[in-house]
């Protein structure tokens, strides 16, 4: 029992192409090796994002480049409105407050998507709202947000800062197209890729507001960043082997087709959510699931951390906990980055032997059985 | 649909801890550097064979390792009795013909074990037969030979020459307990390696043989490699970066245990059998299987090898052909190396999917749940 299953929504498994471009040799980043690499990451990321404008790549986490599209785009006091509906809405609301803001908590029940009414709503209430936060996939909840319904209502008005953290890469967003105005993810999710850059796109009007927003920042600006990363430089020193990685994710994904790796995650989420529910289980976000990952309330009573535990010691497999009022009741299973089918069908034969193990009635392939079915449906 | 599936019975899957080795800084292999490695990867070797005596390495493939122990321990025109119940089998037949002995072919119905009367019959009208030469593990029916008895039965009589290739670390085979002479494996199956490393162990009375044998050897001389090896060093230049990864193998072998190790390649083994029946397959070695893989007949009339093609194009998943008689008939589905019960879990789905695709009716999950049953009793 040596062999590990990293079943969780960031970090997630690396392919070995993207280990091996990691392991190049060290270079010096104020270089015309480096600069060719980099611009060339900048082209594959422009068409990750759907834009034509630059995508500033941060040595930080998803939640630097969260921080910097809230510090770029806004100045102190300024009224933002937050979709509050789970963990990491929870983070624009605490990032918002931590640099002065003046923040709108519109709660959404968790493991629902926001009402675009609410959010009408409220804007016609505050008139004076300069941006609105929310995430595209709320990865604590696996709910996806309507970001094209909410991109017609901020049009022309507030501006529209979506947190892509376990979207981009994961499901169509066509960030210009739609009216995106700060799109933003990391490298850990579907990059497949290990935790260290950011990312962040800005529209026309975003970049326009850049140049103005108050809010202090040093390492996190966007503007010193965009000038310096157009040369294939940047302003502070780049995690250099995780874009040698990041070249080497961007081909591989490239190779495989965007709409491919999109249908990809679409596929595997679906069989999931299928499985589940031939297991008589409940999903947490039946109305608006994320293919990020698939969360499932486990039956009532049945201790969900210890089934992980379970799943982690006896079975070598890690799936994602529930958070904060979700602690002990659910599990999350990740779809997003270098997973296959076969994972989907590895996850689901572990929770029917863990739902087994902790006194509830499974009959062994049931789950299964149905992950095949979409999965045979879906055969590329 | 990027993630690949290696199922097969080697090359195996290669554990990161392995890869990382072997990907360590290149080192000269006369120094006492790479002295140090080699010498405490043959006390790992010691203990993996179950023998006081040297563990030769060489750098060669399993099949450089066979012809070793050939032309090491027999002299031109020698009677050797071969059991030939398989391609393994053939290919003792054919190194002995190549190097002008005179063997005899007892043959073995494909997926029996030899019978260990037939051995004694063999003996008892060919007085002057040297050496028994017979795999542990036909890989190629997926049968296992039952080398205790046989043991028994050329104990103090004619060398016993054992191909251990997909039995060294998958099953038990105390060989100087239970007198095997000559015990060859390669890197690429249970010790998780790339292929590229052949072993040889030779009991006392086999190495007393080698100083007399005349079969022509120059790469392969035993009593040379023992001689260097010894010491730390190699009569011919060493796959260094193998041995790294083989330090690294042993280690984590050593860390799971020994009986551990034999006891998970037999779940997965027991758990692709229950599960093979209970999709209404036969398999191909019923009465003695090997632990190191499982071969299913497929149903009559379908063609495995074009079910073959549809698991490697479609899921990216890769079992092994039946070979000779058994091609178009049967598919192997690996356990040996580094292998998890999620993998057997994998195999069975996919199995279940393409038989469906290729028009027999299946009931999705039912082998499934036959594995899952098997995985569940023998949680450690």
């Given at each position: 029992m040596i062999k590990q299953y990293l079943l969780a929504p960031g970090p997630t498994p690396i392919p070995n192409e993207v280990a091996l471009a990691m392991a190049e040799t060290m270079i010096h980043h104020r270089t015309p090796q480096f600069a060719k690499i980099f611009l060339e990451v900048r082209d594959g990321l422009r068409e990750l994002f759907a834009t034509k404008n630059d995508v500033i790549v941060l040595a930080s986490s998803g939640t630097g480049a969260m921080e910097a599209a809230v510090t770029n785009l806004l100045s102190p006091g300024e009224k933002v409105l937050v979709v509050n509906g789970g963990k990491f809405g929870e983070r624009w609301l605490e990032i918002s407050k931590a640099f002065g803001l003046d923040p709108i908590d519109l709660k959404v029940e968790w493991g629902k998507p926001v009402a675009v009414e609410a959010i009408e709503q409220k804007l016609k209430e505050h008139r004076d709202v300069q941006a609105v936060m929310v995430q595209a996939s709320e990865t604590s909840t696996t709910t996806w947000h309507p970001i094209d319904k909410i991109a017609r209502v901020t049009k022309g008005g507030p501006l529209l800062i979506v947190?892509?953290?376990?979207a981009v890469g994961v499901k169509k967003v066509p960030m210009d197209e739609w009216g995106v105005d700060a799109f933003v993810t990391g490298?850990?999710?579907?990059?497949?890729?290990?935790?260290g850059l950011g990312f962040v796109a800005l529209s026309d009007r975003a970049w326009a507001r850049a140049a103005q927003a108050k809010l202090p920042k040093f390492y996190f600006n966007l503007n010193l960043e965009r000038k310096n990363q157009q040369k294939g430089a940047s302003a502070f020193t780049p995690a250099v082997s995780l874009v040698f990685g990041l070249r080497a994710s961007l081909e591989l994904m490239r190779k495989e087709g965007l709409d491919r790796v999109y249908a990809r995650h679409e596929r595997l989420a679906s069989a999931t959510r299928a499985a589940a529910t031939a297991l008589g289980m409940k999903l947490l976000a039946p109305e608006s699931p994320s293919p990020a990952a698939t969360g499932i309330w486990t039956p009532p009573g049945m201790d969900a951390d210890a089934m992980l535990d379970f799943f982690r010691e006896k079975m070598l497999i890690t799936f994602a906990e529930g958070q904060d009022q979700l602690r002990g009741k659910a599990i999350r299973i990740a779809h997003v980055?270098?997973?296959?089918a076969f994972d989907v069908v590895t996850a689901i034969a572990a929770l029917e032997m863990g739902l087994r193990k902790f006194g509830a009635e499974v009959k062994f392939g049931q789950g299964v059985a149905a992950a095949q079915e979409v999965l045979m449906e879906t055969l590329v």
């Open positions: 947190d892509g953290v376990t490298s850990q999710k579907a990059m497949m890729l290990p935790p980055g270098y997973m296959g």
